[in-house]
T-cell receptor, first 114, second 110 residues
Framework: DADVTQTPRNRITKTGKRIMLECSQT?????MYWYRQDPGLGLRLIYYSFDVKDINKGEISDGYSVSRQAQAKFSLSLESAIPNQTALYFC?????????????FGAGTRLSVL | RKEVEQDPGPFNVPEGATVAFNCTYS??????FFWYRQDCRKEPKLLMS?????NEDGRFTAQLNRASQYISLLIRDSKLSDSATYLCVVNILSNYQLIWGAGTKLIIKP
């Protein structure tokens, strides 16, 4: 089983719908991240969480919200999806105790907003 | 100017050749550096960390030049399985975030 699991893997939705993407991890890491990836652009950070009570906005948080339900779970919501939120979304984790900030990724969720 | 810049490629290279690509970063406070590999439609995976003294992992060699603010990756004796996008990543410790380049696409041809 994957250490970082994202669900769903693919989703097609319509403009205005509320969407939740879920991420769970078995790595025991305290830090979790949500990124989006668009063609020709690097990964861009949406939100990150250093522990259950710590949530921070990333570079592109507008239109998104998150919930850290437990150390192992971090979900991303699009309250009212719009077409320019069509992208590949990745969840990642890291361990604050590690010497370097190496991040481990889920397999991604491909979201299309029509 | 992007914080981390890479030549998007693609680099089309025959199998067995040596290929190198660079990445430049703009923030002199950058502390840690990495190369990640991303296969088509898959998640990024750590290829190697980059150390100031340079480091090697099998056919892969990474170099860091702090003065010029660039990182390089050299792949020797390239294999078909090396075809992927290589992402340059920089960590600015003051904010614990990773800054990602857009990637360099490498295609190894038989």
């Amino acid at each position: 089983d994957a250490d970082v699991t994202q669900t769903p893997r693919n989703r097609i939705t319509k403009t205005g719908k509320r969407i939740m993407l879920e991420c769970s991890q078995t790595k025991g890491h305290d830090r979790m991240y949500w990124y989006r990836q668009d063609p020709g652009l690097g990964l861009r950070l949406i939100y990150y969480s250093f522990d259950v009570k710590d949530i921070n906005k990333g570079e592109i948080s507008d239109g998104y919200s998150v919930s850290r339900q437990a150390q192992a779970k971090f979900s991303l919501s699009l309250e009212s999806a719009i077409p320019n939120q069509t992208a590949l979304y990745f969840c990642a984790t890291s361990d604050s105790r590690a010497a370097k900030n190496i991040q481990y990724f889920g397999a991604g969720t491909r979201l299309s907003v029509l | 100017r992007k914080e981390v810049e890479q030549d998007p490629g693609p680099f089309n290279v025959p199998e067995g050749a040596t290929v190198a690509f660079n990445c430049t970063y703009s923030n002199s406070a950058s502390q840690s550096f990495f190369w990640y590999r991303q296969d088509c439609r898959k998640e990024p995976k750590l290829l190697m960390s980059v150390y100031s003294s340079g480091n090697e992992d099998g056919r892969f060699t990474a170099q860091l030049n702090r003065a010029s603010q660039y990182i390089s990756l050299l792949i020797r004796d390239s294999k078909l399985s090396d075809s992927a996008t290589y992402l340059c990543v920089v960590n600015i410790l003051s904010n614990y975030q990773l800054i990602w380049g857009a990637g360099t696409k490498l295609i190894i041809k038989p």
